[in-house]
C-alpha cells in the first residue's frame, strides 16, 4: 500500500525555520517525483515545489522561491522541505504527494497525498 | 501562470441528483486536467485525470470531460459520502495551479 507520511510541523515564530519530513513506502520512491503543496486554514490548495525522482531538479512557487528547499534522501525513503524566512502566510497544512508514474514526472497528476502536518508561524 | 476557475464556489443539491462542477483554464492546458475530492480534515484523494480517466478504484458515478480550456465534473447521483469540496487542477505547466474548490453540500 502506497504511504506518504508527513513530520515535523509546529509553532514557529516569523523569521524562524522549521524542516518537513516526509516518509515514503509501498512504492519504488526513488522512481517518483515529489511535490509538496500547502493548504491555509479555511482556504483552497496552493502547489508549493517539487522535485524530480534522483533529486537534480527541482521546481518552486514564486511566494516561496529563495525561502524553502525541497530535496530527499531516496536511501531513506524521504522527502524533505527545509522552510526559512517563515511568514505568517506560510501557516498551512503542508502536504506531501506522490506523482502518478514512474520516470519523468512531466505531465503527470498528483495521485498519492499524505494526511498533511500544520505549520503555523505565530509570534 | 494558469489560472484555474471553478463554478460554482458553492451547491446544495440531495441524495440523488447529478450535480456537474465546472473547471475553465486562462489557457490551453489540453487534458492535463485532475480533479480531487476533499473531506473536512481530510487530505484530497485523486478522481480523474487527463480530464476524463477515472482512478483506478474510484467509483463510475464520478466522470470528467473536456479539452483545451473547459472541463466538467460530473456525479451522476449523489450518495452522502459525496458531499465533499471538489478541486480542479492543472498539471500542464508550473507553476500548477488549482481552482478555488466547490463545495458540494446538502439540501
Known amino acids: 500500500e502506497v504511504q506518504v507520511v508527513e513530520s515535523g510541523g509546529g509553532l514557529v515564530q516569523p523569521g524562524g525555520s522549521l524542516r518537513l519530513s516526509c516518509a515514503a513506502s509501498?512504492?519504488?520512491?526513488?522512481?517518483?517525483?515529489m511535490h509538496w503543496v500547502r493548504q491555509a486554514p479555511g482556504k483552497g490548495l496552493v502547489w508549493v515545489s517539487r522535485?524530480?525522482?534522483?533529486?537534480?531538479?527541482?521546481s518552486y512557487a514564486d511566494s516561496v522561491k529563495g525561502r524553502f528547499t525541497i530535496s530527499r534522501d531516496n536511501a531513506k525513503n524521504t522527502l524533505y522541505l527545509q522552510m526559512n524566512s517563515l511568514r505568517g502566510e506560510d501557516t498551512a497544512v503542508y502536504y506531501c504527494?506522490?506523482?502518478?508514474?514512474?520516470?519523468?514526472?512531466?505531465?503527470?497528476?498528483?495521485?498519492?497525498w499524505g494526511q498533511g502536518t500544520l505549520v503555523t508561524v505565530s509570534s | 501562470d494558469i489560472q484555474m476557475t471553478q463554478s460554482p464556489s458553492s451547491l446544495s443539491a440531495s441524495v440523488g441528483d447529478r450535480v456537474t462542477i465546472t473547471c475553465r483554464a486562462s489557457?490551453?492546458?489540453?487534458?492535463?486536467l485532475a480533479w480531487f475530492q476533499q473531506k473536512p480534515g481530510k487530505a484530497p484523494t485523486f478522481l480523474i485525470y487527463?480530464?476524463?480517466s477515472l482512478q483506478s478504484g474510484v467509483p463510475s458515478k464520478f466522470s470528467g470531460s473536456g479539452s483545451g480550456t473547459d472541463f466538467t465534473l460530473t456525479i451522476s447521483s449523489l450518495q452522502p459520502e459525496d458531499f465533499a469540496i471538489y478541486y480542479c487542477?492543472?498539471?500542464?505547466?508550473?507553476?500548477?495551479?488549482f481552482g478555488g474548490g466547490t463545495k458540494v453540500e446538502i439540501k
Open positions: 487527463a480530464a476524463s
Open positions: 522535485i524530480d525522482s534522483d533529486g537534480s531538479s527541482a
Open positions: 489557457q490551453g492546458i489540453s487534458n492535463f
Open positions: 504527494a506522490r506523482v502518478m508514474g514512474q520516470g519523468s514526472g512531466w505531465y503527470f497528476p498528483i495521485d498519492y
Open positions: 487542477q492543472q498539471y500542464y505547466s508550473y507553476p500548477l495551479t
Open positions: 509501498g512504492f519504488t520512491f526513488s522512481s517518483y517525483w
